[in-house]
């Protein structure tokens, strides 16, 4: 009897340490589809995010205006002409990274992100650029 019993354990043993695994890697699967799933509901998120006016507090006339087709207008100061410019191309989001394409220059990178805590503004940062999210004028 105990022998059946030893020989029972040692046949079932697999099979339980196969189905344990197998049961582990439809759990990384479903938390996969749910990764992948999180991050374009994330990246959708970001763009309607985006979209719309943003300005420079205290220096409103330097803005951005973020466009559901993915292009841009944006006002700003050129210092080495001294005079407003307004720069157009398209925009591309990649995770917290906004890249301005310009039609005449090269690209630009930019922060995007939302603030902490009880602060639920957006912001668009880069050194000697800040930007919060407004309503077109």
């Known amino acids: 009897m105990k022998a059946t019993i030893y020989l029972s ?29 999180s991050k374009t509901i994330s990246k959708a998120n970001n ?15 330097i ?8 292009s841009f207008i944006f006002n700003d100061y050129n210092q080495a002409l001294e005079k407003e410019e307004q720069l157009t191309g398209k925009y591309e989001v990649n995770g917290n990274t906004l890249t ?21 503004n957006y912001y668009i940062k880069k050194p000697g650029y800040y930007f919060v999210k407004g309503e077109e004028p």
């Open 9 to 37: 354990i040692a046949l079932l043993s697999p099979l339980a340490s196969c189905e344990q695994s197998r049961g582990k890697k439809d759990s990384l699967e479903v938390e996969s589809t749910h990764h992948t799933f």
């Open 47 to 61: 763009i309607k995010e985006l979209t719309g006016f943003w300005f420079t507090p205290h220096a409103a006339t």
């Open 63 to 70: 803005n951005i205006k973020l466009l559901a087709d993915k």
């Open 100 to 120: 301005l394409i310009y039609m005449d220059r090269a690209r630009q990178n930019f922060r995007f992100y939302k603030g902490k805590g009880a602060d639920n």
